[in-house]
């Protein structure tokens, strides 16, 4: 059997990890940053199961972020992902909110000093069309792909990642079932040097797109794709 196959097998028996591999892929987004921010993975808030998926602590107040999805980044920073089947509803929005406000409180913070970003794949015109009838809020487009959320307490953006350029957000834009050729080759060559990991941003790209790898794969890809399977505990 195959390595590429060895991905198929494995996603009929268990879920596809996307959190995780979320977590490479925004790492690897802010890679021209990694000495100005601190990513700390599913921040427990409390002794229940209360986790923030992703808080990105600014350690250096005076750089510039001038990437796309982290200009609005201030001291704290909230991070809410939804996996590509999956969308972000105003329950979601309340209940990060309230993590939010959780860790604002508990750290002695101000809600001037925190954001709070929603990623998703797709556009979440409905979340859009009650949070401006119920919350009084306006949504704005201020680059493609990137709506930023005005007359709340905090500031607060959606991310459309398949709304974004790949030439700017390569890996936020590919994580997803779906991808072209084109774009997995890409990846491939881009891997290169990236100096953050990507076992498990690798394991659910080939996860969610077996029949591409095997169409696309050459031998070091199928090599690469067998580690990052044993890394993530599938083989």
């Excluded at 979440?124 to 949070?131: I, V, Y």
């Excluded at 591409?212 to 070091?220: P, W, Y």
Aim: charged share 25%; with cysteine.
């Amino acid at each position: 059997m195959t390595a590429a196959e060895s991905v198929a097998d494995a996603t009929s028996d268990e879920r596809i990890k996307w959190h995780t591999a979320f977590v490479e892929a925004i790492r690897a987004e802010f890679v021209g940053y990694l000495d100005a921010l601190e990513f700390d993975e599913e921040k427990q808030l409390t002794s229940e199961p209360l986790k923030i998926d992703v808080l990105i602590i600014k350690k250096l107040a005076d750089r510039v972020i001038a990437k796309n999805i982290g200009r609005i980044f201030r001291s704290y920073n909230v991070v809410e992902y939804k996996s590509p089947d999956d969308y972000i509803s105003v329950e979601d929005c309340q209940k990060v909110f309230a993590y939010a406000w959780l860790y604002a409180s508990q750290n002695h913070v101000s809600s001037r000093d925190i954001t709070v970003t929603f990623t998703a794949t797709s556009y979440p015109s409905g979340l859009f069309g009650r949070m401006e009838g119920e919350m009084c809020a306006a949504v704005t487009e201020t680059s493609p792909g990137i709506h930023v959320a005005s007359d709340f307490p905090m500031t607060v953006q959606f991310v459309e990642c398949g709304k974004l350029s790949e030439d700017e957000n390569l890996w936020l834009k590919t994580l997803h079932k779906g991808i072209d050729a084109e774009s997995l080759r890409k990846v491939w060559r881009m891997r290169k040097g990236l100096g953050v990991p990507l076992s498990a941003y690798l394991y659910v790209l080939y996860a969610a797109n077996p029949r591409l790898v095997r169409e696309v794969g050459d031998k070091d890809m199928t090599a690469e794709m067998r580690q990052a399977l044993i890394d993530v505990g599938f083989a």
